[in-house]
């Protein structure tokens, strides 16, 4: 690989697959995975334990669950509720296993501030605001009336706030957040956040749940101070969707066929096993070159992103919603 390659992505799981394309072994970094054939959904762990994998793979040392099935793209109630149910799994996992119960205070009863993070105006990045929007929030009124108001036996105590971007507040997101989670003091963050993906059939179809919080704007090279535990002095569990794709990665692709196109020609087969001789690093390079400067640093969202925010913000606000309440039998 080149010294200066890196693949736009904000998934953990494209990353361990970038290393297993060129055949290289990361040490201290576990890959597991589970996938259900009846609903054609796959759930990935990827586990990285020590600095030396974090480093590797340019992420921070944590778990990354990748949950991806088509049926995210389907308007149905039932799947989509099915789904609400893996999410909401899959954030239990990371919160049994990051969550210290205080003193008094069990696992049902949390406080959690959930962080809609985006631009409402631009639609491949509404996704925070619009789980924000869908939420049951509920802090307010246990505190007013306790849970049973709810008619819940458990009840954890949810907030939400919608911070904005900086070019509309002024101020870096970690900086209101952290001003908030000092005023209110909940135990954990949830934070929801549109990201990039290297392969563009992920778009839409893949939800990324992960302990080591999350980096507003990363994904399209906005780089911001990151909500992470040692920032914001809670856990935080970053949820994000992507929705957008490097233009560069879709040229790759779209080289990727065509040399094997050149490699089929009796003519110009030569040609093609000269571009195929170049590794992934230096393939991508060569594209971020010959696109530059009209296309470079341009990102593609799908054509029916406003359904796939919706639809996708309801599922992920309902994962919430089952999460954060159990419904008194009665």
């Given amino acids: 690989m080149t010294k200066n390659y890196s693949v736009r992505t904000d998934l953990a799981l494209e990353e361990r697959e970038r290393f297993e394309s060129d055949q290289v072994e990361i040490s201290g970094v576990i890959l597991e995975e589970d996938y259900d054939e009846s609903s054609e959904t796959r759930i990935t762990r990827v586990i990285i334990e020590t600095e030396n994998g974090a480093k590797a793979m340019g992420k921070p040392a944590g778990t990354y669950l990748t949950l991806e099935s088509p049926a995210l793209a389907v308007p149905d109630e039932e799947e989509q509720m099915r789904i609400s149910e893996k999410i909401r799994d899959c954030i239990s996992e990371l919160l049994r296993k990051n969550f210290e119960a205080k003193e008094g205070k069990e696992e049902e009863d949390l406080s959690i501030l959930v962080v809609g993070l985006g631009n409402r105006n631009i639609t491949p990045d509404a996704l925070g605001p619009c789980v924000a929007d869908h939420l049951n929030v509920t802090r307010h009124i246990i505190r007013e009336y306790g849970k049973y108001a709810m008619g819940v036996e458990h009840a954890k105590l949810v907030s939400a706030i919608v911070p904005g971007v900086m070019g509309q507040t002024g101020m870096e997101t970690t900086e209101i957040?952290?001003?908030?989670?000092?005023?209110?003091?909940?135990?954990?963050?949830?934070?929801?956040?549109?990201?990039?993906?290297?392969?563009?059939?992920?778009?839409?179809?893949?939800?990324?749940?992960?302990?080591?919080?999350?980096?507003?704007?990363?994904?399209?090279?906005?780089?911001?101070?990151?909500?992470?535990?040692?920032?914001?002095?809670?856990?935080?569990?970053?949820?994000?969707?992507?929705?957008?794709?490097?233009?560069?990665?879709?040229?790759?692709?779209?080289?990727?066929?065509?040399?094997?196109?050149?490699?089929?020609?009796?003519?110009?087969?030569s040609v093609g096993e000269t571009l195929r001789s170049y590794n992934q690093g230096e393939k991508y390079e060569l594209v971020k070159e010959l696109i530059a400067p009209h296309l470079n640093g341009m990102f593609v969202t799908p054509k029916d992103v406003d359904e796939m925010i919706h639809q996708i913000s309801h599922t992920i606000a309902e994962a919430l919603n089952l999460l954060c309440s159990h419904i008194i039998e009665r």
């Fill in 177 to 269: 957040v952290r001003g908030i989670v000092r005023e209110t003091r909940p135990d954990l963050v949830i934070a929801v956040d549109a990201l990039a993906a290297r392969n563009s059939r992920r778009l839409n179809r893949t939800i990324q749940i992960a302990d080591t919080g999350i980096h507003p704007g990363s994904g399209v090279g906005n780089y911001r101070n990151g909500m992470t535990k040692e920032s914001l002095g809670v856990p935080v569990i970053g949820i994000g969707v992507p929705t957008v794709v490097d233009a560069a990665t879709i040229v790759n692709d779209t080289m990727e066929n065509f040399i094997h196109a050149l490699e089929e020609s009796e003519t110009l087969k």
